[in-house]
T-cell receptor
């Protein structure tokens, strides 16, 4: 079964500094990988995804993520953090090529709270 | 137009009551999900629907009943509510070829 690990409960950065939110995954085949953001009292918003192709994926709000197959990682990055980036970030995985049944589920990590201070 | 609308946003009720949460999409996606987010923000999948068929059902009590009258609508009915049912429930819709899901704003259920 697939799984996702987000090792940090919270990441603190100063505004203007680069940020990284870590994610590692486990699937038996090729992964679909996703990042979502959740602002307080809101639903999850899709940021970006990796399915195939370039390992560096660019998404919304200036975020990007790098797929590293050998390290089974998909870390979220942004070159210059904004206070408005403060939110809860979720990494998720689905096994490539499966849709429907338990292996087609989108499985989420436990979330990482990003706090950007002015 | 909101892509996924979910109602009610807040729901406070007594133990033992029955309640429903409703969800609607205008994205035309064919797979629908219910997720539960607990007080620690963990997201757990509860159900999914594909072409009006329930295709997964995790270890969820049978007091929870997902229903989809048509492709655009997904409801969650909960019978005999218990304290442990208090959580935020999200519906989500996705296309088979896109991979990503689109979430409603959530329904915060509080059982007293």
């Amino acid at each position: 079964a697939q799984s996702v690990a987000q090792p940090e409960d919270q990441v603190n950065v100063a505004e203007g500094n680069p940020l990284t939110v870590k994610c590692t995954y486990s699937v038996s085949g090729n992964p679909y990988l996703f990042w979502y953001v959740q602002y307080p009292n809101r639903g999850l918003q899709f940021l970006l995804k990796y399915i195939t192709g370039d390992n560096l994926v660019k998404g919304s709000y200036g975020f990007e993520a790098e797929f590293n197959k050998s390290q089974t990682s998909f870390h979220l990055k942004k070159p210059s953090a904004l206070v408005s980036d403060s939110a809860l970030y979720f990494c998720a995985v689905r096994e490539f090529g499966w849709y429907g049944g338990s292996q087609g589920n989108l499985i989420f990590g436990k979330g990482t709270k990003l706090s950007v201070k002015p | 137009d909101t892509a996924v609308s979910q109602t009610p946003k807040y729901l406070v009720t007594q133990m033992g009551n029955d309640k429903s949460i409703k969800c609607e999409q205008n994205l035309g996606h064919d797979t629908m999900y219910w997720y539960k987010q607990d007080s620690k923000k963990f997201l757990k999948i509860m159900f999914s629907y594909n072409n009006k068929e329930l295709i997964i059902n995790e270890t969820v009590p049978n007091r929870f009943s997902p229903k989809s009258p048509d492709k655009a609508h997904l409801n969650l009915h909960i019978n005999s509510l218990e304290l442990g049912d208090s959580a935020v429930y999200f519906c989500a819709f996705g296309g088979q070829n896109t991979g990503e899901l689109f979430f409603g704003e959530g329904s915060r259920l509080t059982v007293l």
